[in-house]
């Protein structure tokens, strides 16, 4: 087996559970161990905002979509004070009353886009939308088409979605079937043997090739500008997951 990208899957209500155990660290409760975000967070707004480049100009409507309660949202929260942006968190109550608060900032608890009044209220009017790390779960929790349909009505022109952090488990099975890969699996699995790929099987509940490319297809097809970008090879899982970026002209 090659060396898992999660603790455990989890969903809407084991993250409301997780938000409240104290024994948890910040990154354990949003579903990670502490080696694969202590110590790259930076990195990794970094290259949010490198994709988002809205978030660089003054005085946008910002929307976060899970925000989680680790640093990262504390960053964009610092990046939203210091760009006069407005801010809008979603997540379940339990994470959101783990982030600050701010004149500049909404915070409305639910699982998106189970929100439709906030939603209706919105529509055409927000400059960017960052969902990081959450899409593996809006697969298994809620229909993603109507999570990227309803994401798309509220992008203003010229606004700009990031779907990031997508654990693509064909672009995972590519690169533990490479040279790269074995050795990185046997060295961070301090094993000899060679990592179990197998390609042409069927995988419940995970993101392929085919669903990352059907977002693309999708969006364009309702008149968007969709692109499937490569992470900053710092990052830690850079190897195996990579994001979209969706933009209204």
């Known amino acids: 087996m090659a060396p898992p990208d999660r603790i455990e899957h989890a969903n809407f209500d084991d993250f409301r559970r997780s938000a409240k155990d104290e024994s948890m660290s910040k990154y354990e409760r949003i579903g990670f161990p502490d080696s694969y975000r202590a110590g790259y967070e930076a990195t990794i707004f970094k290259?949010?905002?490198?994709?988002?480049?809205?978030?660089?100009?003054?005085?946008?409507?910002?929307?976060?979509?899970?925000p989680g309660c680790s640093d990262l949202p504390k960053m964009l929260i610092d990046q939203c004070a210091s760009h006069n942006h407005a801010l809008t968190l979603i997540d379940s109550q339990e994470m959101l009353d783990l982030l600050e608060?701010?004149?500049f900032?909404?915070?409305?608890?639910?699982?998106y886009p189970q929100c439709p009044e906030w939603v209706a209220g919105m529509a055409g009017k927000v400059d960017v939308i960052l969902c990081y790390s959450v899409l593996h779960y809006v697969f298994v929790?809620?229909?993603?088409?109507?999570?990227?349909?309803?994401?798309l009505s509220l992008l203003?022109?010229?606004?700009?979605?990031?779907?990031?952090?997508?654990?693509?488990?064909?672009?995972?099975?590519?690169?533990?079937?490479?040279?790269?890969?074995?050795?990185f699996h046997?060295?961070?699995?301090?094993?000899?043997?060679?990592?179990?790929?197998?390609?042409?099987?069927?995988?419940p509940d995970q993101i392929d090739d085919a669903v990352v490319m059907s977002i693309i297809q999708r969006a364009r097809s309702q008149g968007f500008d969709a692109y499937l970008l490569p992470q900053d090879p710092a990052l830690p899982m850079a190897n195996r997951r990579e994001d979209i970026l969706i933009s209204r002209p």
């Open 101 to 103: 608060s701010a004149p």
């Open 105 to 111: 900032i909404e915070k409305v608890p639910a699982m």
């Open 156 to 183: 203003a022109p010229g606004g700009q979605m990031l779907i990031g952090d997508i654990p693509n488990i064909s672009k995972r099975k590519r690169f533990f079937s490479s040279e790269t890969g074995v050795s």
């Open 186 to 203: 046997k060295d961070h699995m301090k094993t000899d043997q060679a990592p179990v790929v197998e390609f042409n099987k069927i995988e």
């Open 141 to 151: 929790d809620v229909g993603f088409f109507r999570f990227l349909d309803v994401s």
């Open 47 to 66: 290259d949010i905002c490198a994709k988002l480049t809205n978030l660089e100009k003054t005085c946008q409507q910002v929307v976060d979509i899970g």
